[in-house]
């Protein structure tokens, strides 16, 4: 079956980095658009990422400059780089696997708080 499970999370100082993983099985990974979407308490879920099959990346205003996604078709993973945390950063981060409406996949989510 599909899995798609995050890693990489946790507790981090305001200005300081994290580097989340999403490791794939189940599915041709290099035939899906791979994306990153959060959800803050009381949210609802944001768009923060997103890498095509092609590697073209699109990122959400509030995360430019500061986050990189990237993938590695050989290791079926998607990575997110944040660095310069903020406080309003503070989510459970899911990785979300797309081909179509039929092909979608979302892993569990994975924790974020950035907290002094």
């Known amino acids: 079956q599909v899995q798609l499970v995050e890693s990489g999370g946790g507790l981090v100082q305001p200005g300081g980095s994290l580097r989340l993983s999403c490791a794939a099985s189940?599915?041709?990974?290099?035939?899906?658009?791979m994306g990153w979407y959060r959800q803050a308490p009381g949210k609802e879920r944001e768009m923060v990422a997103l890498?095509?099959?092609?590697?073209?990346?699109n990122y959400a205003d509030s995360v430019k400059g500061r986050f990189t996604i990237s993938r590695d078709n050989g290791k079926n993973t998607v990575y997110l780089q944040m660095n310069s945390l903020k406080p309003d950063d503070t989510a459970v981060y899911s990785c979300?696997?797309?081909?179509?409406?039929?092909?979608?996949?979302w892993g569990q989510g994975t924790q974020v708080t950035v907290s002094s």
């Open positions: 890498i095509t099959r092609g590697g073209l990346t």
């Open positions: 979300n696997a797309h081909q179509n409406k039929f092909y979608d996949y």
């Open positions: 189940g599915i041709i990974f290099n035939f899906y658009d």
